[in-house]
Nanobody
Framework: QVQLEESGGGLVQPGGSLRLSCVAS????????MDWYRQAPENERVFVAR???????TIGDSVKGRFTVSGDFAKNTVDLQMTALKSEDTAVYYC??????????WGHGTQVTVSS
């Protein structure tokens, strides 16, 4: 089984930057994709960014040009670098890992609040 733990959330002013990290532990040898989702109160959980084992990345349309994602699969980590933050980016951010064989694991989330 894989366990995921997010960190780096907090309060940031509009226009500011924040870096989130996620580390996987447990049986991590077969992780091949890690990604980020976010969920604001009373809203759906939506895709933010994804990185694959080969280094390819996918960025959600709403954050394209402002967020980047990077993964280190040897260390079982994925980072989300957020810049030019807006109030609409306020949400709980969740990390997810895909494992060969079809299993998917979620972290418990970290709160990001963008406010002046």
């Amino acid at each position: 089984q894989v366990q995921l733990e997010e960190s780096g959330g907090g309060l940031v002013q509009p226009g500011g930057s924040l870096r989130l990290s996620c580390v996987a532990s447990g049986r991590t040898f077969n992780i091949y994709t890690m990604d980020w989702y976010r969920q604001a109160p009373e809203n759906e959980r939506v895709f933010v960014a994804r990185v694959n084992l080969d280094g390819d990345t996918t960025i959600g349309d709403s954050v394209k040009g402002r967020f980047t994602v990077s993964g280190d699969f040897a260390k079982n980590t994925v980072d989300l670098q957020m810049t030019a933050l807006k109030s609409e980016d306020t949400a709980v951010y969740y990390c997810r890992a895909y494992v060969f064989g079809g299993d998917i694991y979620w972290g418990h989330g970290t709160q990001v609040t963008v406010s002046s």
